[in-house]
């Protein structure tokens, strides 16, 4: 059993609301039942329920529509800027401007659903393409009226051709969506937009009116991000791309690393103390923890892609767990000799990878330095040109049951070995080139948390160390999927900060 002190701070972890929780729903539609056909669709009660309406108040104080609304969360709307101007071009004041959410029709009022908020503030970015609507008070959510995500990525044309608007069909009041490639569809709205289903849930993409070219939100985002207070905003950021050119700091050690235990024994799939001080676990205060990671300097850890998204942004880095049952942490021989106790750190942000590559890979920064002691200590990435060609015979993964009945909760180590697609019973055409193939002895892999870990090789180098040369995606049947960091080394580099 853990320690009763340990107890009492994983209960506040899990029992403190954050406010992941109130947009952890964002892009999910109430009527589930609701399909979306190619062409023009009317909307069905509740089928958009972030979409509204935006209205300027007339001289005897009338509404008049000037175009749809989005609602991205309780109290901001996004629109285009042209819908908060009047016919001069001159930017309304806050009073002149209301917001209508919950109906799918404007003849259709939807009393008790539908709800009607003035504005606070407006607020533009400097080239004053769109614009944002700070609410006078928040939205209470119903099954009409809702929040979509934001995007955190590059507008893909591939991925999002759904568009959502008022004036489907030729109808000015209906609200609707179209499928295909007409973005003049919505001529009586100005502010229609661009969504994706991902992930289980819709995702704003761009505004498009055939008056004009597609607006992308992906270089609106840091000033979403501040004006709103989107947590998701905030915390994933889109890395940049490597430069040859620019002189970036030496944030990765090359001697200091991979010091762990290495020697441990095979024989048994439990882990000795101290053989893997740079696995990490992902933590969400809500949520609990889905994932794992790697720590690769004072401030970074390293994991997948598919690790985190809009619905689990992990708000601590747990270092120097062993064993999930026990506090402290001691030999399985001697339980006189036990580790420091785990530590907890505060996620900064999280950097995101924009490659072309299906896979990807994440960088989470702290807010302190990790202090390395016995139990938590850096992985070696191959950053020499011996290490990024080194192809081993064999390899490590290690991470915990996932069924905690029982079974131990002692860390799990197993050795792989490259495989081909055909071993694995997977379509090479589907195979991306970043993505590597392991098998695997054991009969139940995919009961243990590997996923963000790390794969790696004991090499000898000023003694022997631990060398990550892929990180874990997920299982197939009896083989691991992973995914190559080698082509990540630079992009890693220049994305860490001092």
């Keep these: 059993m853990k320690s009763r002190a ?3 701070v994983l209960l506040f972890l899990v029992g403190e609301a954050t406010p992941q929780e109130l947009w952890s729903k964002c892009g999910q539609r109430a009527f589930a039942e609701v399909l979306d056909h190619g062409g023009g669709q009317d909307a069905a009660p509740g089928q958009w329920p972030w979409y509204g309406s935006v209205f300027h108040y007339r001289t005897d104080r009338s509404i008049a529509f000037a175009c749809g609304g989005t609602l991205i969360s309780r109290n901001h709307v996004l ?6 101007m009047d016919g001069a071009g001159s930017l309304l004041g806050s009073g002149e401007v209301m917001v209508r959410l919950g109906t799918h029709h404007q003849n259709v009022l939807h009393f008790g659903n539908a709800r009607y908020r003035r504005v606070k503030s407006v607020h533009l970015p400097k080239d004053g393409e769109i614009a ?13 009226v809702l929040s979509i995500c934001m995007m955190v990525q590059p507008f893909d044309d591939q991925n999002a051709k759904l568009l959502v608007g008022w004036g489907v069909n030729g109808d000015a009041n209906q609200l609707g969506s179209y499928l295909g490639n007409d973005t003049c569809h919505f001529r009586n709205d100005r502010a229609s937009i661009g969504v994706a289903l991902l992930m289980g849930g819709w995702f704003l993409q761009y505004f498009t009116h ?4 597609v607006i992308t939100l992906k270089r609106y985002e840091s000033w979403i991000a501040k004006t709103t207070n989107l947590i998701y905003l905030q915390k994933l950021r889109s890395g940049q791309d490597f430069n040859s050119t620019h002189q970036y700091p030496q944030l990765l050690p090359r001697r200091h690393c991979g010091k762990g235990l290495i020697d441990g024994e ?16 992902l933590f969400n205060r809500a949520l609990g923890y889905n994932c794992l990671g790697t720590l690769i300097s004072h401030r970074y850890v390293l994991t997948s892609e598919n690790c985190i998204n809009f619905y689990f942004i992990p708000d601590l880095i747990v270092l120097g767990e062993y064993d999930n049952f026990r506090e402290p942490d001691c030999q399985l021989e001697d339980p006189t000799d036990c580790a420091p106790p785990l530590r907890l750190y505060e996620v900064d942000y999280v950097v995101r990878n924009r490659n072309d590559y299906r896979y990807r890979i994440d960088l989470i920064r702290t807010t302190e330095n990790v202090a390395f002691e016995d139990h938590i200590q850096p992985v070696c990435l191959p950053l020499t040109s011996e290490l990024k060609h080194l192809r081993p015979s064999e390899y490590t993964i290690a991470g915990w049951n996932k069924n905690s009945k029982n079974t131990t909760g002692i860390i799990q180590k197993e050795t792989i070995y490259a495989a081909s697609s055909a071993e694995c019973q997977i379509n090479e055409e589907h195979l991306p080139n970043n993505v590597l193939l392991y098998t695997t002895s054991h009969e139940n892999v995919a009961n243990r948390t590997y996923s963000g870990g790390p794969v790696g090789a004991a090499v000898p180098s000023s003694g022997r160390r631990f060398v990550q040369l892929a990180l874990v995606i997920g299982p197939v049947e009896r083989c691991v999927v992973a995914l190559d960091i080698v082509p990540y080394i630079d992009w890693i580099r220049a994305n860490m900060v001092e």
């Design 6 to 8: 340990a107890v009492v």
């Design 79 to 84: 629109t285009v800027a042209v819908c908060v």
């Design 132 to 144: 944002i609507l700070k609410l006078t008070e928040d939205v209470k959510f119903n099954k009409y």
């Design 210 to 213: 055939c008056s004009g070219d």
């Design 266 to 281: 095979k024989s048994t799939p439990n882990a000795t103390l101290y053989e893997f001080p740079w696995i990490a676990k």
